[in-house]
């Protein structure tokens, strides 16, 4: 049962590099969700999606894109990469009711420089 | 809108005495609540969540959190801290009849001193 899977754990890029953070989860969960974490600033959602072909934006979507083509995975893509986009990123998924909770991936940590 | 605040970036306890880490939420709509954990450099962990049952709910490691609507509250505490509780906790809210947002809040670092 492997749950919600990042790829890849980490990664270092060079400003004006692009990449694609891999999230894919095997419960079925209509729900998922990319956030960032950067110190003391705990997780800021970049962006989500409540069902296949249907995403939004969250808090700090800028220089980010997301799809949602299948149920299961949900890739996020940033472009032209900058040193403001070094963090650690997290994908969650969860059921669309109230009596589950979210699940979360190990994390991806990037590096820009 | 939705928002979760909680109020304290940092709190020091020793061990064996009282926690309480506290996150007040705003939502116009019945919200579920949950608290997650992060030790250095891992993932995060469930401890705990509100659903809309008993307002008093019951936790893993010993954490409890009561949900107070008429104060749009729902504190972390555990009667007698442990030295393997430091970490990272983090408040969350979701209302499944709004946008599906699932929200966090800023994190409260716990230190357990010896």
């Known amino acids: 049962n492997a749950g919600v899977t990042q790829t890849p754990k980490f990664r270092i890029l060079k400003i004006g590099q692009s990449m694609t953070l891999q999230c894919a989860q095997d419960?079925?969960?209509?729900?998922m969700y990319w956030y960032r974490q950067d110190p003391g600033m705990g997780l800021k959602l970049i962006y989500y999606?409540?069902?296949?072909?249907?995403?939004d934006k969250g808090e700090v979507p800028n220089g980010y894109n997301v799809s949602r083509s299948t149920t299961e995975d949900f890739p996020l893509r940033l472009e032209l990469a900058a040193p403001s986009q070094t963090s650690v990123y997290f994908c969650?998924?969860?059921?669309?009711?109230?009596?589950?909770?979210?699940?979360f991936g190990q994390g991806t940590r990037l590096t820009v420089v | 809108a939705q928002s979760v605040t909680q109020l304290d970036s940092h709190v020091s306890v020793s061990e064996g005495t009282p926690v309480l880490l506290r996150c007040n939420y705003s939502?116009?709509?019945?919200?579920?609540l949950f608290w997650y954990v992060q030790h250095p450099n891992k993932g995060l962990q469930l401890l705990l969540k509100?659903?809309?049952?008993?307002?008093l709910v019951k936790g893993i490691n010993g954490f409890e959190a009561e949900f107070k609507k008429s104060e749009t509250s729902f504190h972390l505490t555990k009667p007698s801290a442990h030295m393997s509780d430091a970490a990272e906790y983090f408040c969350?809210?979701?209302?499944?009849?709004?946008?599906?947002?699932?929200?966090f809040g800023q994190g409260t670092t716990l230190q357990v001193k010896p």
């Open positions: 969650a998924s969860m059921w669309a009711r109230r009596e589950t909770e979210a699940f």
């Open positions: 419960m079925n969960h209509n729900y």
């Open positions: 999606s409540v069902g296949a072909g249907i995403t």
């Open positions: 939502s116009s709509y019945s919200p579920s």
């Open positions: 509100y659903t809309s049952a008993a307002t």
């Open positions: 969350a809210l979701w209302v499944s009849s709004n946008t599906g947002k699932l929200i």
